[in-house]
């Protein structure tokens, strides 16, 4: 049996919602399979961020699983994948993984990539950060986690938070060996700088 490329997609309820739907919409556009578990504070953070609706977001995946189903498919590290990515994630997610005392489905999943030595990134969503974030990313870098931060690239020349969005996902996407053609790439020319020369 051929499993297709998957990755499981988490939702926390730090602001930048829209990071989490925009991956959503662009692994459905490059052909990448979607498991999403999304937080009970990120339907709220939707409600505030967006004019979504919880099932309009769910929608945007493949496959969607409730917070709280503990016995879900990406709860288990039998479940293949290539990976997970919690976009945004917020300090209380980033907190209960590196502890591994987790409470939802979000958590445990995350747990589980790290456990079975798979690909996590973490798009932390706060500022500014004190000693106690600061220690816990250490923790979960050493655990193998990427603590990848939306930090806009200017050398791009955004013109809207759409362009900001894309390069933010684009590059959290690089991290899985994915490329999903919306990084504006540092020394290599755009498509119409190709056409130009």
């Known amino acids: 049996m051929t499993i297709p490329p998957r990755l499981v997609v988490g939702i926390s309820g730090a602001s930048g919602v829209i990071y989490g739907i925009r991956l959503l919409t662009t692994l459905r ?10 937080s009970r ?7 505030h961020e967006t004019d979504l609706k919880v099932a309009e977001l769910r929608a945007l995946a493949d496959v969607s699983y409730a917070a709280t189903d503990i016995g879900a498919a990406i709860a288990s590290g039998s479940f293949h994948s290539m990976g997970m990515i919690v976009a945004p994630c917020s300090v209380r997610s980033m907190s209960e993984i590196a502890t591994g005392v ?16 798979r690909p ?16 816990t990313m250490t923790q979960l870098a050493e655990m193998g986690a990427i603590i990848a931060p939306p930090v806009p690239a ?11 969005v894309d390069h ?7 991290l899985f060996g994915l490329d999903a053609g919306i990084v504006r790439r540092w020394g290599e020319p755009t498509e119409p700088e190709i056409l130009e020369t």
């Open 102 to 117: 987790t409470s939802t489905l979000l958590t445990r999943a995350a747990d589980v990539t790290l456990k079975e030595r």
């Open 154 to 164: 200017f050398y791009s020349k955004p013109r809207t938070i759409d362009d900001l």
């Open 29 to 38: 556009r490059i052909g990448v399979e979607s498991h999403l578990v999304v």
């Open 41 to 47: 504070s990120a339907e709220v953070t939707l409600a």
């Open 120 to 135: 996590l990134v973490l798009m932390v969503r706060e500022t500014p950060l004190h000693l106690g974030h600061l220690r």
């Open 168 to 174: 933010a996902v684009g590059r959290a996407l690089d």
